[in-house]
């Protein structure tokens, strides 16, 4: 006589281990491709898939991903530029499949392999938590350093909106690992800014608890041919317009309009500032019309970086620049350094 069969309610099952999904957005890096790609895969966590992001390259890029035999690894060529965050939305819309996602830049990489294994650890059992975040290390041609955490092992999005621009606070794409469900429903990389990634991480740090990390997990690079250090002043307002849609989801989530109000325009003020030796380098007459363009748009923001002493010899430095040009045509001028 066969025994009966167990009731699938008496069986125990293993739980499913949670996929996580690296998405790699690329243009033309064929020289920097195969390292990120590589750091993926060398990751030691199991459930995991990387996606490759092509957005009609014209270089080697698609030889390079070629060279990789990983059945973990898929390839994905847009028939047309998407640009930089539409490279990002199409990836997360479209074809990511994980729980969970990690955006690692075509041109960064992956430093420490059991990232996403600790970053896992983090969010299991705890689905209060939207993200978990780690240290990055910023590199270009002069230096390297590592960004900074808080003391506390996690917070609400609310209280680190509230504790910016302190650096602790600023989440690094490439070092945060973030559910994708909650961002799918938040309509993430609708922005075209460079900052998007700011403005959708966020938006989504104040649904829930961000967990920090400490292990320096990945590599920034800073190079000629990303638009970080842009100069470009239309593109670095459109960046500082990013916080009046966060601290406005800030206000829907609690948080009070009078401090929302203030903290924005310490944020502003912050970010202003560290676009100056960028947009330094068009010369000190660019830098005095960014910082006048910046207080009109953000009043509060522009008294804060009025009120830097660095701030107001920045100014008179520009519009001295500016009259010698006017009174003396063909003077040259050193932009700051």
Same mark, same amino acid.
């Given at each position: 006589?066969?025994?009966?069969?167990?009731?699938?309610?008496?069986?125990?099952?293993?739980?499913?281990?949670?996929?996580?999904?690296?998405?790699?957005?690329?243009?033309?890096?064929?020289?920097?491709?195969?390292?990120?790609?590589?750091?993926?895969?060398?990751? &030691?966590? !199991?459930?995991?898939?990387?996606?490759? $992001? #092509? =957005?009609?390259?014209? *270089?080697?890029?698609?030889?390079?991903? /070629?060279?990789?035999?990983?059945?973990?690894?898929?390839?994905?060529?847009?028939?047309?530029?998407?640009?930089?965050?539409?490279?990002?939305?199409?990836?997360?819309?479209?074809?990511? &499949?994980? !729980?969970?996602?990690?955006?690692?830049? $075509? #041109? =960064?990489?992956?430093? *420490?392999?059991?990232?996403?294994?600790? /970053?896992?650890?983090?969010?299991?059992?705890?689905?209060?938590?939207?993200?978990?975040?780690?240290?990055?290390?910023?590199?270009?041609?002069?230096?390297?350093?590592?960004?900074?955490?808080?003391? !506390?092992?996690?917070?609400?999005?609310?209280?680190?909106?509230?504790?910016?621009?302190?650096?602790?606070?600023?989440?690094?794409?490439?070092?945060?690992?973030?559910?994708?469900?909650?961002?799918?429903?938040?309509?993430?990389?609708?922005?075209?800014?460079?900052?998007?990634?700011?403005?959708?991480?966020?938006?989504?740090?104040?649904?829930?608890?961000?967990?920090?990390?400490?292990?320096?997990?990945?590599?920034?690079?800073?190079?000629?041919?990303?638009?970080?250090?842009?100069?470009?002043?239309?593109?670095?307002?459109?960046?500082?317009?990013?916080?009046?849609?966060?601290?406005?989801?800030?206000?829907?989530?609690?948080?009070?309009?009078?401090?929302?109000?203030?903290?924005?325009?310490?944020?502003?003020?912050?970010?202003?500032?560290?676009?100056?030796?960028?947009?330094?380098?068009?010369?000190?007459?660019?830098?005095?019309?960014?910082?006048?363009?910046?207080?009109?748009?953000?009043?509060?923001?522009?008294?804060?970086?009025?009120?830097?002493?660095?701030?107001?010899?920045?100014?008179?430095?520009?519009?001295?620049?500016?009259?010698?040009?006017?009174?003396?045509?063909?003077?040259?001028?050193?932009?700051?350094?």
């Amino acid at each position: 006589m066969n025994p009966s069969p167990i009731p699938p309610e008496d069986v125990a099952m293993e739980p499913r281990a949670i996929k996580v999904s690296v998405m790699i957005p690329t243009y033309n890096q064929a020289g920097f491709i195969r390292e990120a790609i590589a750091s993926a895969l060398a990751q &030691t966590y !199991e459930n995991l898939e990387v996606i490759v $992001g #092509d =957005d009609a390259s014209t *270089d080697d890029t698609a030889a390079v991903v /070629a060279g990789f035999s990983d059945p973990r690894l898929r390839y994905v060529r847009h028939p047309a530029n998407l640009g930089r965050t539409g490279n990002y939305r199409a990836l997360l819309y479209e074809h990511a &499949t994980g !729980e969970w996602v990690v955006n690692l830049d $075509g #041109d =960064d990489y992956f430093i *420490d392999s059991d990232f996403i294994a600790q /970053a896992v650890q983090c969010v299991e059992g705890h689905p209060e938590v939207v993200m978990v975040a780690a240290r990055v290390t910023t590199k270009s041609e002069r230096d390297a350093h590592d960004s900074d955490l808080p003391p !506390e092992d996690q917070l609400t999005g609310l209280e680190i909106l509230r504790r910016l621009p302190g650096r602790p606070y600023l989440l690094m794409h490439l070092g945060v690992m973030y559910a994708r469900q909650p961002a799918l429903a938040l309509d993430f990389y609708r922005s075209a800014a460079i900052s998007s990634d700011w403005e959708s991480l966020y938006r989504l740090a104040l649904r829930g608890t961000v967990k920090y990390l400490r292990r320096t997990v990945g590599v920034w690079r800073l190079h000629g041919e990303n638009e970080t250090g842009t100069r470009d002043q239309d593109k670095l307002m459109a960046n500082l317009a990013i916080w009046d849609v966060v601290y406005g989801d800030a206000v829907d989530c609690g948080m009070p309009p009078l401090r929302a109000r203030v903290s924005r325009a310490r944020v502003v003020a912050f970010l202003a500032r560290q676009a100056f030796p960028a947009v330094s380098r068009a010369g000190n007459g660019a830098l005095a019309v960014f910082v006048a363009t910046v207080a009109r748009r953000f009043p509060l923001a522009g008294l804060w970086i009025l009120s830097h002493p660095m701030s107001l010899a920045t100014l008179a430095a520009g519009f001295c620049g500016r009259y010698r040009r006017a009174t003396h045509p063909g003077t040259a001028e050193a932009p700051i350094a």
